[in-house]
């Protein structure tokens, strides 16, 4: 197995990790597609906010059958941990792995695998989330699935970072 992190932009050049808002309603911030000859097990996940929303808010990693619109990545913006490791077989394309969602299709089935609440409170809660799974509990995205960091902020947008990282 080999070990994948990616995030929810493009991949940093000459210019710092990009964030992106958020906006106003619920929104894939990255969403990361198996093909239909591998499945994926979960590592770690996390995000991080520019600022507290001005609602109660939600942040959710969760598996669905249907693909939203995205910003495709290119190969290089799914990186091997290892260097000497080939490259993702995650497929890539606006209708599978990408960041930053246009529309979010009609999900029918899906899988929670996390979820974080943002209270509204100034101060009432860290604007940076890690999780990492121990060994037995890791979930597994199943074969031609979609594996989402998905937003709801209802009344302010934040600037989001996330990433997730897989063994494939």
Not at 60 to 66: A, G, K
Request: aromatic share 8%; proline share 6%; glycine share 6%.
């Amino acid at each position: 197995m080999h070990r994948y992190k990616t995030w929810n932009g493009p991949m940093p050049t000459t210019a710092a990790q990009a964030k992106v808002t958020t906006g106003t309603a619920i929104k894939t911030m990255l969403q990361i597609a198996t093909p239909s000859t591998r499945q994926i097990q979960l590592i770690s996940w996390g995000f991080s906010l520019d600022v507290a929303p001005g609602a109660a808010s939600v942040v959710e990693l969760l598996q669905t059958d249907v693909a939203a619109t995205v910003t495709a990545h290119v190969a290089s913006g799914v990186q091997p941990l290892d260097p000497n490791a080939p490259a993702s077989l995650m497929t890539l394309g606006t209708s599978a792995t990408g960041y930053t969602a246009s529309a979010e299709g009609s999900t029918t089935a899906s899988r929670v695998f996390d979820v974080k609440e943002i209270p509204l409170a100034a101060g009432a809660t860290d604007l940076t989330y890690a999780y990492q799974w121990m060994p037995d509990e890791r979930p597994i995205v199943a074969v031609s699935k979609f594996l989402r960091v998905r937003a709801t902020f209802a009344t302010s947008a934040s600037n989001m970072a996330c990433w997730v990282v897989w063994d494939e």
